[in-house]
T-cell receptor, first 113, second 114 residues
């Protein structure tokens, strides 16, 4: 069965600093990979997705993620965070792009001035 | 241009009551998913529809949970004889159903069982 690990439960960064959120997956083949963001009381908004091709994926709000097959990782990065980036971030996988998602437990991001 | 709409946003029920949660997917989206998100956790898959057909219900935790999508659009998740452990946020997502089309989520229904 597929699984997703987000090793960092909570990360605090200063506004303007760079950010990297870790995601590792377990799956027999290369799955479809996603990052979603969830603000309090809201649903999940898709930041970016990886299906195939270029392993560096650009998303919305200045985020990017890199798929590394050898490390079974799909880490999310942003060069300079803004206070509005404070939220919960979820990594997810699916065997195919339109099938059920398996989520990690999430990483809560706090931004300090 | 509406997104996925869920109602009610909040539901409080006494243990043992039945509840019904509604999801209006994005127009034209053939795939519809329900997820359960416990406090401090990631969403967990409950069930999946393609049009009106329920293709996967492997995530439903018990036979008290029932979902339907009779006309291939609006879906209802029903929980009978609610228990405290049913307290969670229930998220609905829809997609076009193509392999390269991601799921779009609603804001969820927060269910609290007293």
């Amino acid at each position: 069965a597929q699984s997703v690990t987000q090793p960092d439960i909570h990360i605090t960064v200063s506004e303007g600093a760079s950010l990297e959120l870790r995601c590792n997956y377990s799956y027999g083949a290369t799955p479809y990979l996603f990052w979603y963001v969830q603000s309090p009381g809201q649903g999940l908004q898709l930041l970016l997705k990886y299906f195939s091709g270029d392993t560096l994926v650009q998303g919305i709000k200045g985020f990017e993620a890199e798929f590394k097959r050898s490390q079974s990782s799909f880490n999310l990065r942003k060069p300079s965070v803004h206070w509005s980036d404070a939220a919960e971030y979820f990594c997810a996988v699916a065997p195919f792009g339109n099938e059920k998602l398996t989520f990690g437990t999430g990483t809560r991001l706090t931004i300090i001035p | 241009g509406a997104g996925v709409s869920q109602s009610p946003r909040y539901k409080v029920a006494k243990r043992g009551q039945d509840v019904a949660l509604r999801c209006d997917p994005i127009s034209g989206h053939v795939s519809l998913f329900w997820y359960q998100q416990a406090l401090g956790q990631g969403p967990e898959f409950l069930t999946y529809f393609q049009n009106e057909a329920q293709l996967d219900k492997s995530g439903l935790p018990s036979d008290r949970f029932f979902a339907e999508r009779p006309e291939g659009s609006v879906s209802t998740l029903k929980i009978q004889r609610t228990q405290q452990e049913d307290s969670a946020v229930y998220l609905c997502a829809s997609s076009l159903g193509q392999p390269n089309q991601p799921q779009h989520f609603g804001d969820g229904t927060r269910l609290s069982i007293l």
